[in-house]
């Protein structure tokens, strides 16, 4: 009798709290003035519905909801997204924090891309800036070089044999190669083996794949990962045993140059001069980093998450943009001609004064959306929007003059890489692979709008490698090749599902193509 008194006493409690926290959300919360659906601003299970039910599509309910509401909506409880690309520098710039709630989607915490405090985040950045500088990227651009060399002689293979080739195995290969061989002392060769370059992308898929739950439930892979080993490796997707592993030679590297550091034995003047530095025997010695950032748990998170985004990245840019060349030959006849005025080793920096070449890499690094998850900032002071020029109807074009609204500090807000991209004020006929948008006076206006790498103190440290890597990739594999899609369609490379990088039709195998030899010239 008594256990079902407190029974019923703990139910009316619970429910008492329920209806309390409703009243509360829905009239008396800081942003309970700002449009949106009523179910979205009263629970984040309506965002679990289209994140996990509807697989990866909240981000494209986010512009239905705006066509209904309006360019500014509540789309949790505690969360705005705002549609207009001119708030973006309000947004994006100046000192602001990032928004928790998402970042544990990855759970590399001590990753700089998911370090939410701007403070913090300013302090691991400035560590490795040097490391990404356009300077050492020149300087290490041979890594780069030797791994689209081996590129070119597997696609060409595949032309001697007339075989189909799978293109995003491939550019996922590569671009694990280039960004794990820039960083750390130990090699990767996954264009060694390409059906393992195939499994490796699909594993790759499968740990994107987990990103919602990981963010809705963490206590899934908390409980997970505190099983004892034996029990909970084989529970967890090959992807996740894949990032294990990634841990586990990042750990051994690090352990080896803090044991090199401390006994003396890593004397710059008696290296190699061949030997390149790997980034933690700098960021190990930095004494702007307190201890408890130069520790193993924070490095070979720091490790792991640059090499998920610099492998990711890359890869689909790639893919995007070899789908849209051998999709429309007046594109890719117009960049061949181009290509034809540089020599055939143009380096880098001869590569990236090519106007054409510059515009096809931006529209596909605009198409492939970058990380298309919210990623949502707070300001430390209160904010005002009133609706600009640019915030345009979705789908319509139509300017949107709603009224202002006051934002109070630190509320989440974000504006979406895909709100971005497909801005039709800005980008008309956004779907559309368009290289010539980036040409000339309206081109660079147009690169304001331009949020694949992100913007502001937290743009991607990455943006010179993916450019180096793209523009030597294109160059080689456009100058050497015909090539014909292979059983692949516009919907292989289509923004379907949003898994923090644009993912396309649930079972597409990827961008193939088969090949034949181009007769080239020989500048």
């Known amino acids: 009798m008594a256990f079902l008194q407190v029974l019923t006493t703990s139910a009316a409690v619970a429910l008492l709290w329920v209806v309390a926290e409703s009243i509360r959300r829905l009239f008396f919360h800081s942003i309970s003035h700002i449009p949106g659906p009523r179910l979205a601003a009263l629970t984040w299970w309506y965002e679990f519905y289209y994140d996990v039910v509807l697989p990866g599509k909240y981000i494209f309910k986010i512009q239905d909801l705006h066509r209904e509401y309006g360019p500014i909506i509540r789309i949790t409880p505690d969360e705005i997204h705002i549609n207009d690309v001119g708030f973006l520098d309000t947004v994006y710039t100046g000192l602001r924090d990032k928004y928790e709630y ?19 985040h300013k302090l691991r950045r400035e560590a490795l800036v040097p490391f990404f500088s356009k300077r050492n990227v020149l300087s290490l651009q041979h890594l780069v070089t030797e791994k689209v060399n081996q590129l070119s002689e597997i696609v060409a293979n595949h032309a001697k044999d007339a075989s189909q080739v799978n293109l995003s195995d491939l550019f996922f290969a590569f671009s694990n190669d280039v960004v794990t061989n820039f960083l750390f002392a130990h090699k990767t060769n996954g264009l060694e083996d390409e059906k393992q370059a195939g499994i490796s992308r699909n594993n790759s898929k499968q740990l994107l794949l987990g990103v919602h739950i990981n963010k809705h439930f963490p206590w899934i892979p908390d409980f997970l990962e505190a099983l004892p080993t034996s029990i909970s490796r084989p529970l967890m997707p090959p992807g996740l045993i894949d990032m294990f592993n990634l841990f586990d030679r990042v750990r051994g590297e690090i352990s080896g140059i803090m044991k090199a550091q401390s006994s003396g034995d890593d004397k710059k003047s008696d290296r190699n001069p061949n030997r ?7 960021v190990l010695v930095n004494e702007t980093l307190p201890p408890q950032e130069r520790t193993l748990t924070r490095l070979e998170q720091e490790g792991a ?35 034809e005025t540089v020599p055939v080793d143009a380096s880098w920096s001869q590569l990236e004064k090519l106007p054409y070449l510059m515009a096809v890499i931006e529209e596909g690094d605009r198409l492939s959306f970058g990380v298309t998850a919210r990623s949502g900032r707070r300001a430390h002071e209160e ?97 050497s090749f015909e ?41």
């Not at 990753?111 to 701007?118: E, I, K, Y």
């Not at 990245?313 to 006849?333: D, E, K, V």
Request: hydrophobic share 40%; proline share 8%.
């Open 102 to 120: 998402p970042l544990r989607a990855l759970r590399v915490p001590g990753g700089v891309g998911a370090t939410a405090d701007a403070k913090l």
């Open 276 to 282: 390149k530095e790997a980034v933690y025997e700098s």
């Open 305 to 339: 998450l640059l090499t998920l985004a610099g492998t990711e990245s890359p890869a689909l840019s790639l893919g995007i943009i070899f789908y849209h060349l051998l999709a429309n030959p007046a594109i890719l006849n117009r960049l061949r001609t181009e290509l």
């Open 383 to 479: 904010l005002n929007f009133t609706p600009s020029p640019y915030a345009t109807t979705p789908g319509t074009g139509t300017p949107n003059t709603e009224k202002s609204y006051k934002i109070p500090a630190r509320t989440p807000l974000s504006i979406s890489t895909l709100s971005a991209h497909t801005a039709p004020s800005v980008f008309p006929d956004p779907f559309t692979f368009d290289p010539e948008r980036w040409l000339g006076e309206a081109g660079r206006e147009r690169k304001r709008f331009q949020m694949a790498f992100t913007k502001g103190s937290r743009k991607c440290l990455g943006i010179e490698l993916a450019n180096a890597e793209l523009c030597l990739v294109i160059a080689a594999l456009v100058r």
């Open 483 to 523: 090539m014909t899609l292979y059983e692949t369609d516009a919907r292989d490379v289509a923004f379907e599902h949003d898994y923090q990088i644009a993912m396309p039709k649930m079972g597409s195998q990827g961008v193939r193509a088969t090949v034949k030899f181009r007769a080239q010239n020989s500048f």
